[in-house]
């Protein structure tokens, strides 16, 4: 009697039959999805409307102004602003949004790389010297 051939199962993602990804793999994927997120910027960019140092100046008599944009952040402790031309603003707008998905991507790339070191490897000097996990 013929042992009947085994039908093989479908691995679907996120199964156990999956191959786990490897940190080679992370930052191929990772470099990648960086390469598409230029031009980069944080902050945050927004309409302002400023007066003058002039005396007698209609737009600001009308109270009208001198509207622009200016882009606004921290550098450290600093905080800063910035004057934007207007011819500008939409580029810097798609920066700031690219600088935000680039801010998610690098917190789901932690947990994955996390993920993906192998069990055993200590990152850095803890399990030569005894610490949390390794028994000593």
């Known amino acids: 009697m013929t042992a009947m051939p085994r039908k093989k199962k479908a691995v679907t993602k996120g199964s156990p039959a999956e191959r786990p990804e490897t940190v080679a793999q992370l930052r191929r994927e990772f470099l990648a999805a960086v390469g598409k997120l230029w031009p980069v910027a944080g902050g945050s960019l927004s309409w302002r409307k400023n007066s003058c140092v002039r005396e007698q100046c209609a737009a600001c008599a009308s109270g009208a102004g001198h509207p622009g944009y200016g882009l606004w952040g921290r550098r450290g402790a600093q905080r800063f602003g910035l004057y934007v031309p207007a011819e500008l603003a939409p580029e810097l707008a798609q920066a700031l949004e690219n600088g935000r998905a680039l801010q998610q991507l690098v917190l789901a790339m932690g947990v994955r790389y996390t993920r993906a070191r192998p ?6 000097r803890v399990a030569a010297q005894g610490g949390p996990g390794t028994g000593g």
């Not at 069990?119 to 850095?124: F, I, M, P, S, T």
């Open 119 to 124: 069990r055993g490897v200590a990152l850095g």
